[in-house]
């Protein structure tokens, strides 16, 4: 569950950075992707802490990634990231049970959707 | 010469209705899916022709999983549901545009029928399939979203309530 929280928080940074650099059509999308991966983090946040009975305060804001990469991600890396979460989320689902293999589930499903549909439009030619 | 009463063929041994949770929410699910192939009809009628790949491949799709699914309930000799004389359609089918909702209507509902599935499913092998389920029903919503020029095309948690 970790690990699956760590993927999600790396996609919607990734996300997020290409949005920046990304142009007037496919910045609104990558932003959607951002937004879902965000909200992804924080269901299986509060799933590990219910889990563990922990009633811990929820963690701030992701720290600022170093901004050090020369180049932005590009639309085609933050799809092959979300194929490899949806992946992961897929495998996992099938090794649970109950409600943590139904949110593994929808997060796999979510994450595959983005690549597949969204991210996967072409810009229309002016 | 066989009696009617000792058939050659081999016959369906005998089934019972669906008792425990894994089965009845994959029933549930057979349901959903016989809905969706109906509703498709309609979908079908008033598509616009270049949606028709869209259309066939949303209901080969539907097709195989439902038929997939009634196998697994027959292996364990349970009764799947069998498809209504009739349905009520949610709302009007008029242009393709209603028709463009109803698909995307008809996906997120059995998103959610094949997510109770992957949470009530006792195998791997289920929950496998289940998940299969409910990322296709999750990418069919959205290319029907694309349809409709619905924003955004995805949502977070597709079949779930989070």
Known sequence: MEAQLELARRDSELARAAATAAGDFYAPVLNVVADERADHAKALS????????????????PAPSPSTAATPAA???????????????????????????????????????????PLAMKEPAH | MTSPTSPTSPQPSPTKQPESADDKALADAIAAEHATIYGYGFVSAHSMPDLNDLVAESLTEHRARRDSAIQT???????????????????????????????????TDDAM??????????????????????????VRAARWRQVVTAWPLTVPFPGGSE
């Open chain 2, 73 to 107: 309930l027959a292996s364990r000799s349970v009764a799947a549901p069998v498809a209504a004389v009739g349905y009520q359609l949610p709302t009007p089918v008029k242009n393709w545009k209603d028709a463009a909702a109803l698909a995307v209507r008809m996906e």
């Open chain 1, 75 to 117: 639309r085609t890396d933050v799809m092959a990231a979300l194929r490899e979460s949806a992946d992961s989320a897929a495998n996992l689902a099938a090794n649970l049970s109950g409600y943590r293999a139904g949110l593994l589930g929808s997060i796999s499903a979510s994450c595959t959707a983005s690549a597949a549909v």
């Open chain 1, 46 to 61: 509060a799933e590990i802490a219910r889990a563990s009975g922990a009633t811990t305060t929820p963690a701030g804001p």
């Open chain 2, 113 to 138: 029928a094949w997510r109770a599935v992957l949470e009530q499913a006792r195998s791997s092998t289920d929950r496998a399939f289940a998940v299969t389920a409910l990322t296709q029903c999750a």
